[in-house]
């Protein structure tokens, strides 16, 4: 792909996913096709966020001094704000935010809700729209003003230690979730100036889109006791004392979505993850005017068949040539194609072909039917998701020297560099190298000999830097 | 019930439905029980329009100068909008509003997107949330400044025959949806002075809550040509001609969870429709030391097995005395309820409670289990169906004596009066009796004797009047 985003906007337009003309900069609409990629995908998320959250919905608008109880919160948020200030033609009295995330509309529920220790912990998502007052260029998908499919969850705990755990936790299902989509993701503790306005850390996943660029997919906060102090949240403990909780919160953005597009994509369109795909395979009859009827029928059956075990399956019996079908097909990016003609229902055989090789087999249309396509669909999850965590795992290098790092970013690297963990050193790093630190990869051994690449003091951190969305 | 809505506010509170103390009025948190309730009521809504509508996604966000295009649409609800006026500390160029509904977001994408009849019909639906900046007492999942759960269709045709004819279809949509959730309903074709801001003509369902006012549940515009000629939009015809398409529109908010709450719920609590509950079945082991294990066991297997049956089973296992889980059971409103303990499982019986009426009986612990109860949740969705349409028709009374309306309406009951259906009329009757006429019921046969209530000339309609929401 020669022009990354040009194909990526051309593809939302052809793909049936979003139509940016809506006459709101940053404001997309949903089209029928990109709608079911959506439902899929929150369908899956749901599923592993309903094995130990319950699913809760807040209101938009969030009033001006909750906004503001929460100080480091709103200076990081002010700038981006929408501010409702008119009901009909009457001024309102005081100013209603549209949430730029939900911190400051659940928190004030958060100190009413919670008593005592029996209803802690406590684990609350909800699936949203968001809005951020955007000064950069936006783009459908990564950069948006209406994020119109924001997952956030809010934990609260009544130890320092389980609140880290659950961290812990976010980090294990987010990766699930991403295993599932095929996304690969590089973990990063965020640099101070570069965390959650109010958290004590941030865990971030970071992916790469094949201009080079890293996205940011998800986030993972420790808020510690801050807000709980702010919006004064506390529960009754065992002996009866009074204390704050301690709280973590996590979210993915519409983002999901351009990964999973940007990532699996390529030149004849889409490759959508078996998991979200609107349909697993398409079955496209090859139509002649004396077996037409008895090869619908049969292709009917088949449908039929396979959706009885949960496969979700289209005929294409439109009446136009094979050729177009297989390009709307790859256009689309379902996983799977099955052909059958005449000659397949007089041999028992139809051929498959899977959309992320274009491998084409032919096997028998027998009992064993739905047990191959499982087989090949599963398979196909396991292919993507490898193909793109090796793409993403040879794009990483470690790099000694400073003066490397451009040239290494330019040729679309991610770069690994040792750093002595320093604010002063790591802006001086941005600086010089005119890219973002992602954040800290990995803490060193003590034992270890490295040198950070900017100070040659001792270093402390393997540290990532890239350019970044 | 005494006091519906002193009930009403006490059960959403209770019942984990809804809370109202977010602090903004008019705007509340659906909390994780409630939030079930409308995930269920979404699946059922969204199964029945995925038969022949996509569903799509537009902006929460509406410039000005669109929403003020159509000019009898923008003054319906021009007192009502809320208005986005800043963005960080910037004034915005143009004024953006909450969309109250989103006719004017929608139809401007409709003009770029349909070009030719072979577009046509088009029939997308979306579930958003809309804003009224209510000035009259609101009331949680009644009067709401945030509408969280608005359903709402729109369709666009070649003719106005077929326009129609989707108008129909729509209104038996939402019967087929009603009937599901056991929640009566009247058809009335609102007056003029009623009808949705640019339509041609408004269908709308009232349901009766137990105050004996009426609700209006859903609505069903024609909006003939009006939008398509204001938003410039047109297709070619099989002739290559250009004309202006036909549309129509339709919506259902959180009301249909207020009726849900309202019609079937009793002093004990909820009683919820099995389609819409968390669960269908709640399953109390009666537990003692020496056999705790196995009865225990036993539930699991039980609730295994039903769920494999598509049945939801929850086990309430709770180390309190059953006569709390029973009063807990009874207010969350699911439909059955299983006794299990030792002397149960000696002899292979288990008694069912239902919900609705109460009853209890002895079901063997067999292979017909399932059957069973299946079986018996289909009959409690017909009795709670039957008992609300009956007690809907026994309010339902004919009068001849204008002045006589006033009595029967403080006694709860819907006024059938004849009606010359002049608009001057109308006012007079709404007027003389301080109540809202509803909407014309039924057309009058020619032949027919009927006189108008007020004016004494010859009755066209049969029409509706209560004490509305």
Known sequence: MENFSEWFHDILDKGNIIDSRYPIKGMSVWLPYGFQIRRYTLELLKELFD?????????????????????????GFEEEVYWVTKGGNKELNKKLALRPTSETAIYPMFSLWIRSHIDLPLKYYQIVNTFRYETKHTRPLIRVREISTFKE???????????????????????????????????????????????????????????????QIGTVHNLDQTFAKTFDITFENENG????????????????????????????????????????VTIIPILFKDTREKVLERCESIKKEL??????????DRDIRPGKKFYDWELKGTPLR??????????????????????KN??????????????????????????????????????????KIPELIKNKKIVVFSWDGKNSSGEAI?????YDILGIHKELDENSNDKCIYSGEKAKYLALIAKTY
Request: with cysteine; glycine share 6%.
């Open 241 to 280: 004392e009074h204390e704050y909780i301690y709280q973590s919160c996590y979210g993915l953005s519409d983002r999901i979505i351009a990964s999973i597009i940007g990532i699996h994509g390529n030149e004849k369109g889409l490759v959508l993850p078996p998991v979200v795909s609107p349909k697993h």
């Open 51 to 75: 094995r130990d959250h319950e699913e809760v919905l807040f209101p938009l608008l969030v009033p001006e001094d909750e906004l503001a109880k929460e100080g480091i919160h709103v200076k």
């Open 338 to 359: 099955l052909e059958i003609g005449p000659k397949d229902l007089e041999n028992n055989k139809t051929f498959i072909t899977r959309r992320d090789n274009l491998e």
């Open 153 to 215: 969850a809010h934990t609260a705990h009544a130890t320092k230690e389980e609140c880290k755990k659950q961290v812990e936790k976010a980090v294990e299902l987010y990766k699930e979730f991403f295993d599932y989509l095929g996304i690969p993701y590089i973990l990063s503790k965020r640099p101070e100036w570069d965390k959650f306005p109010g958290a004590d850390y941030t865990m971030a996943f970071d992916t790469l889109l094949p201009d080079g660029k890293t996205l």
């Open 362 to 403: 032919e096997y028998p249309l027998d009992d064993n039917l739905i047990e191959n396509i499982k087989e090949i669909i599963s398979q196909i999850t396991k292919d993507m998701s490898s193909k793109a965590f090796k793409d993403l795992k040879d794009a990483i290098v470690y790099c000694e020297n400073i003066e």
């Open 430 to 434: 941005e600086e010089e190298t005119g």
């Open 307 to 316: 959706e009885s075990a949960g496969i979700r399956v289209d005929i294409d």
